[in-house]
């Protein structure tokens, strides 16, 4: 069975960052492209951020670009979402994802096999 475990959310000041973290159980992380999605209050669920399993290859949502980055540290088989300068729009539940299309500079959003679920991320003004 796959697991996959978020931590990292909370609250914090704008301008602030944190660091949401997804460790991956019963799934290797290098064998699949993976990313991040989030769904603020009464809005729809977003991919903001992907890395492809093929190239290595990063997309980010123009919403986070310049101020997210993703990452994964292969030895714990965790992937990581590093949030700085932090907005109050960006307050919302942040999910981790496995096994979804990230090539050619865009993030699929349909199609997910995996998804964890979710750490809040509240950002006051």
């Known amino acids: 069975e796959v697991q996959l475990v978020e931590s990292g959310g909370g609250l914090v000041q704008a301008g602030g960052s944190l660091r949401l973290s997804c460790a991956a159980h019963?799934?290797?992380?290098?064998?699949?492209?993976i990313g991040w999605f989030r769904q603020a209050p009464g809005k729809e669920r977003e991919g903001i951020s992907c890395?492809?399993?093929?190239?290595?290859?990063?997309y980010y949502a123009d919403s986070v670009k310049g101020r997210f980055t993703i990452y994964s540290d292969k030895a714990k088989n965790t992937m990581y979402l590093q949030m700085n300068s932090l907005k109050p729009e960006d307050t919302a539940v942040y999910f981790c994802?496995?096994?979804?299309?990230?090539?050619?500079?865009?993030?699929?959003?349909?199609?997910?096999?995996?998804w964890g679920k979710g750490t809040a991320v509240t950002v006051s003004s």
């Open positions: 890395l492809s399993s093929n190239d290595g290859s990063t």
């Open positions: 994802a496995a096994d979804l299309v990230c090539l050619l500079g865009t993030m699929g959003t349909h199609g997910v096999d995996y």
């Open positions: 019963g799934l290797r992380f290098d064998d699949v492209s």
